[in-house]
């Protein structure tokens, strides 16, 4: 096992590194008592998360501030939360928050013991895990949060469900109506909106997947980009901000309200197979785009759908997807061209090339603007910082071949004169058909 502040340099493709998670969500399992027409996850199945999985899981995984327990019914399948918890126990994980949200009709010995499962949990976070400070801290929550699903879809009765949990949760674990949760916004009049608000009669929330894709107002899924990590000031410990899921059968995916069907056919791996940080390495290079991006992409998406959106906004919409289409291209086939070059390399090169290929899209949308002005533009919107000069497309291209052969140095100090050849024979291979669709 390696971890990142070893004297060492990790070999990211290949060892397991043990990570910090901010948000770590488990699907406990596939089995579900219900068949909400919402359901984005589509028909359930008889599968739950294996100990051998939860083992994986958990041996490589160094701390957990928010873990997050999904499904499926998750209370439908007692015997995995309960191993769960001994995990973490015997393990002394430091976990700060367990959540779930159930569908509140679970009210028999498979949820009482679910409930006593996160009891014990609830504990040792408290205990174990907890300092006095938080312990003490009026603003902190309960370390165990059990919500109840609220939605015009679900069929159930909430207070029946609180009530039930209640008489079983001990006073580590707070039991509540998941539309009673403050999303963080405020409507005009400035009162603080909650889930149930949010969600409303209409459907503004449903993706398509699943069940959801017949709603008429489902919106694209956000399921590829990139994940993001914080590092400290040495840079030689990372923890992963973006929000990671390991499903059932062990396949990593983003947490997003995805369907069992598009998580077991795209996804960054197996746990079985391969440790999850080289899943996240390996899944970066293919999946550069932020998730901010990838929401614009799927929202101008669904507004090119409306077949009242004027010419000029769906000439917008079109232009704004293709050029997020063309960033991807060139990043991953990028890659694949230069396989030492460093992330921070080859975005500058797909940024210069960017601006210059706008230059030529460009300049029969607005013809007052100059190739200059057009470059300025592209640098503004990708890069961070002030720009104290202005650019032009040899200056761009130059720059590219300044890093082009810096790679070249690279790659011959790795791999030496012959493996260089063999590299270029390798290249000559490589179909560059993708520059056509530039």
Known sequence: MKKLNEDKKPNFEKDMIKLPFYNLMLEVTRKCNLRCEHCMRGEPQNLNMSDRILEKIFEQTEQIYHLSLTGGEPFLSPQVIEKMVDIIIEKKLHLWRCTTVDNGTILNELGIRSVNALNRLGEYIYNQVWNEETRNDPKKKSPISISISNSIYHKNDIQKAIDFYKSYANKYVNIDDHGEWETGLKDKQGNVIKNKDMKGNGTN??????????????????????????????????????????????????????????????????????????????????????????????????????????????????????????????????????????????????????????????????????????????????????????????????????????????????????????????????????????
């Open 205 to 438: 929330w449903i993706k398509k997947e699943g069940r959801a894709k017949s709603f008429d107002n489902a919106k694209y899924i956000t399921d590829t980009y990139k994940v993001e990590f914080w590092l400290d000031e040495d840079k030689n410990k990372a923890a992963v901000t973006t929000s990671i899921q390991v499903c059932a059968n062990g396949n990593v995916v983003l947490a997003e309200p995805l369907s069992f069907e598009t998580m077991d056919k795209k996804n960054m791996g197996n746990v079985l197979k391969e440790p999850i940080s080289c899943m996240l390495y390996k899944w970066n290079w293919i999946e550069p785009l932020s998730r901010a991006e990838v929401i614009e992409y799927c929202n101008n998406m669904k507004m090119l759908e409306n077949p009242k959106l004027t010419l000029r906004k769906r000439a917008e919409c079109q232009m704004k997807n293709s050029y997020i289409d063309m960033k991807k291209l060139l990043f991953v086939e990028g890659h694949k061209d230069y396989p030492y070059m460093s992330k921070n390399d080859l975005g500058l090169c797909m940024v210069a090339k960017l601006a210059t290929l706008c230059c030529e899209e460009w300049k029969d949308i607005d013809p007052d603007m100059t190739e200059e002005d057009i470059i300025e533009v592209i640098l503004k919107y990708e890069c961070v910082g002030e720009l104290t000069q202005r650019f032009t497309k040899k200056d761009l291209e130059r720059i590219i071949s300044n890093i082009v052969n810096n790679h070249t140095q690279t790659l011959i100090k790795k791999r030496g004169f012959w493996g260089y050849v063999k590299y270029l024979m390798e290249l000559s291979t490589h179909d560059k058909k993708y520059y056509d669709k530039l």
